[in-house]
Every structure is written in C-alpha cells, then in structure tokens.
C-alpha cells in the first residue's frame, strides 16, 4: 500500500513538472516574439527617418552618405535615389522624347543638397553649389531637355512676403544655372510660397521643413 502511495506521488509530481515546463516555454516564447516585434519596430521607425531624410534641408543631407552617379561616363556626387539620380535615370530611358506637357507637370526633383541661408534669396550654405553644378552638367549632356524650376516655403509668416521670397530663390537659381551655360534650357522659375505647404503653421520647425524647398521638374 505505501509503495503504491509512494508511486502515485511521484507519477503527480512528474505531471506538474512537465505542466510548468510547457506553461514556461510557452511564456519565453512569447516573450522572444514580443522582443522581435518590437525590434522590427524600431527598425521601422529608421526607415521612415530614412525616408523623411530625403526632403529638403542641410541637416538631412548631411547625414546620408553621397555616391558616385554615372552621366553617360561622367562621375558625379550625389544621394542615390536622389535629384540627380532620378533625373538621370529617367532621361536615360527616354522617355522625355515622347512625353507630353500634361504628363510632366506633376512629376518634381527635389534639390536634396541645395540650401538657403534663413532669409535669403542670394546666400546659399556651403556645398550647394555642388548639386546646381551636377543639374547644370546634365541639362548639358541632354541639349534638347527643359526644365522649370519652383520655390516653396511653409505656411508661417506673411504670404506676400513667401511668394516673394520663393519667387527670388528661383529666379537666383535660374541666375546660376545660366552663368553655368545651361540658361537656354530653363523655361522658368516661378515661386509659389505656401499654395502647395501640406504641415500646419503650428506645427515644429522640423515638421514644417519638407514643405520649405526648391525643386525642378521637366517640360516642353
């Protein structure tokens, strides 16, 4: 009789055992698949800073490392998947030659690596040069192609005085793009101050810089 209490014991004793044993497990994978998702999160959230990395501002460009992009043979610095590459992809596969005005006009090239002085229309930070040299480079390489070229800035402040602003930096690139020989190419430069600004006027200084640029785009 005792060695059949002493059997019976044991035998419940193994149960238990082996019930903590899975309830266990199964807490410990739960908790590994709670740690992969929200490290999946965290990567997430540097792609989407990736992302907002590619807008306009020096702060931005600094952080995104340059490649070298190939016009037809000629090696020139810029951000891959940035203005430069884009346009050039885009003008090697020839598409500009049958493209229409009406298929054009939404389709704009951020300058990622242009950039004002706060409040000015003539004094651009150090490097911006740089990318107006490369757009020069390929207008030239393709004679036949025309841009057009547009300022933006945010919703704050006079609108007067936005319009202007913006209408002056286009006008100071269009200036230097022309002393760079490629002049004849530029259709024109307009600026549209907030008509087009997406943030709030409340929101941050961060938030509100993607909607404060210069971009180009092609035409006819």
């Known amino acids: 009789m005792r060695k059949l209490i002493i059997c019976l014991a044991v035998a419940s004793l193994a149960v238990s055992c082996k019930k903590?044993?899975?309830?266990?497990?199964?807490?410990t994978l739960k908790l590994e698949e709670g740690v992969e998702r929200y490290s999946d999160d965290v990567r997430s959230s540097g792609h989407g800073h990736g992302s907002a990395s590619e807008g306009h501002g020096s702060e931005h460009a600094e952080k995104k490392p340059q490649v070298s992009i190939d016009l037809n043979g000629t090696a020139l610095k810029g951000f891959a998947n940035g203005m430069e590459?884009?346009?050039?992809k885009y003008l090697?596969?020839?598409?500009?030659?049958?493209?229409?005005?009406?298929?054009?006009?939404?389709?704009?090239?951020?300058?990622?690596?242009?950039?004002f002085k706060t409040g000015s229309?003539?004094?651009?930070?150090?490097?911006?040069?740089?990318?107006?040299?490369?757009?020069?480079?390929?207008?030239?390489?393709?004679?036949?192609?025309?841009?057009?070229?547009?300022?933006y800035t945010d919703k704050t402040g006079d609108e007067a005085k936005n319009v202007k602003l913006s209408l002056d930096r286009a006008n100071f690139i269009k200036a230097e793009l022309t002393k760079a020989g490629a002049g004849g190419q530029i259709v024109s430069a307009e600026g549209y101050g907030s008509k087009f600004a997406t943030v709030d006027a409340k929101a941050s200084d961060a938030e509100r810089a993607s909607d404060r640029k210069m971009a180009v785009r092609f035409t006819k």
Not at 85 to 88: G, K, P, Q, T, V
Not at 93 to 113: H, I, P, R
Not at 122 to 145: C, F, M, R, T, W
């Open 20 to 27: 903590i044993q899975a309830g266990g497990n199964k807490g």
């Open 121 to 151: 229309a003539n004094q651009l930070e150090a490097g911006s040069h740089e990318q107006l040299d490369n757009l020069a480079k390929i207008l030239k390489a393709y004679p036949d192609v025309k841009i057009k070229i547009g300022g």
């Open 92 to 115: 090697k596969s020839g598409s500009y030659a049958t493209a229409t005005e009406e298929g054009l006009k939404d389709v704009w090239y951020n300058f990622d690596n242009v950039n």
């Open 85 to 88: 590459d884009s346009m050039i």
